[in-house]
């Protein structure tokens, strides 16, 4: 197993061991210490951190077109970066969500699968949740 991929494992594995906390028990101590203040969203960031200082000079590319994109990322530890990024904010996202909605009292009937959608397709999830917070607040107004 190459470096790469052992932090592609591991990265993978501890950002489920903050999801779990942040959808089960979003207002939890642990999970305050683990995802809200930021302990494994720390850990991710540094390897993305060591990736980006450790790969940026190998990849040609950079942000001005698609095309450049591309070759930036085609380098396999930019890569691997690019996929921490996600893992990263898209669990401060989903932990912030879920938080936010156990203080507002929300069923976790809706807003664990609106989680699950920031897992899996973050801006989505995120507006999902926003634009539904904002109708609640809306009807309570009335």
């Known amino acids: 197993m190459t470096p790469n991929e052992l932090i592609f494992s591991l990265s993978g594995l ?7 906390p ?8 642990f999970t305050r210490i683990l995802v809200h203040k930021g302990l494994i969203p720390a ?3 540094l390897a993305y ?10 990849a040609s590319g950079g942000f001005g077109s698609l095309e450049e ?33 156990h203080h507002k ?13 920031v897992l899996m397709a973050g801006p989505i999830g995120w507006l999902t ?3 539904a917070d904002r109708l609640h607040t809306a009807r309570a107004m009335r």
């Open 22 to 29: 942040a959808v089960f028990f979003p207002a939890a101590p």
């Open 105 to 117: 009292g929300y069923s976790k009937i809706w807003v664990v699968p609106v989680q699950f959608l």
């Open 43 to 45: 850990l991710l960031a």
């Open 129 to 131: 949740y926003t634009v």
């Open 69 to 101: 994109v591309k070759k930036l990322f085609s380098a396999d530890g930019l890569l691997l970066a690019g996929w921490l990024h996600y893992l990263c904010f898209d669990l401060l996202i989903g932990a912030r969500i879920g938080l936010e909605a």
């Open 49 to 58: 951190g060591y990736l980006i200082s450790r790969y940026s000079s190998e």
């Open 14 to 20: 501890l950002a489920m061991c903050g999801w779990v």
